[in-house]
């Protein structure tokens, strides 16, 4: 049985509608599992959570920096806002204690739960939202997303890992990086990318995202550390 008064301690919030904190840690896998349960699954929440969490983090870093360009900002926000982020700051919360999977799911630790504990995050945020306001989303995403600005920019993790394998791979050998996908596998609503970064015919090194951009991004990084240019 789950504890979610624990949950709601950790949160720091108390919630109106607990039914409602419940569905957004209901994941696809588990209704179709269990056809009767009686919640529904998070997905809704999730496309909810997205927009809530979007507006706030771009609202912030507009307000932050009014010197930034369009493409800084994007970096910024892309840099908060994606899957292993918002994956880790789930598990930090313990949201993955939480979480309703099928049986399949449930024994799956690797990047596909990294994706659903991120959808949960998110699904989460449109329940903060829809149960306590936009204020209080707004606190919550401060205390446990925005904190974490002043390690990217000082690491500067905002940096868009392909521009820079292209920058320095045309400045040291004179090649434009080409990115393919290597294989797809995992439903629909749970699709994995796995891509490869090459120079000319040489496969240099692979990334995997729940979609191609975000399999590109990881393939260049993984890219950077082997050729040992950052």
């Known amino acids: 049985m789950k504890d979610f008064s624990k949950l709601q301690k950790k949160l720091g919030i108390r919630f109106k509608d607990e039914e409602l904190l419940k569905t957004s840690l209901v994941h696809r896998s588990y209704i179709n599992e269990n056809p009767k349960f009686s919640l529904s699954h998070n997905e809704r929440l999730e496309f909810l959570g997205d927009a809530v969490l979007e507006l706030i983090v771009t609202k912030y870093l507009f307000d932050k920096f009014p010197q930034k360009r369009e493409g800084e900002l994007t970096s910024l926000r892309s840099s908060l806002v994606n899957s292993k982020e918002l994956s880790r700051i789930a598990q930090k919360l313990n949201l993955d204690c939480f979480l309703y999977l099928s049986k399949g799911e449930a ?22 939202y829809l149960d306590q306001g936009y204020k209080v989303a707004k606190s919550f995403i401060e205390k446990k997303l925005l904190k974490n600005l002043p390690k990217i920019l000082k690491q500067k993790l905002y940096v868009d890992p392909k521009s820079r394998f292209q920058e320095i791979a045309q400045e040291k050998i004179g090649v434009t990086p080409e ?14 990318f ?11 090194a692979r990334g995997e995202g729940p979609s191609k951009q975000e399999a590109q991004v990881e393939a260049a990084k993984n890219a950077l550390e082997k050729m040992e240019w950052e």
């Open 179 to 192: 990115y393919k996908v290597l294989k797809e596998e995992g439903p629909d609503h749970a699709r994995i």
């Open 107 to 128: 024994k799956d630790t690797g990047r596909a739960r990294e994706q659903i504990l991120a959808n949960a995050f998110e699904a989460l945020i449109g329940v903060i």
């Open 194 to 204: 796995e891509v490869g970064v090459y120079l000319d015919d040489t496969l240099v």
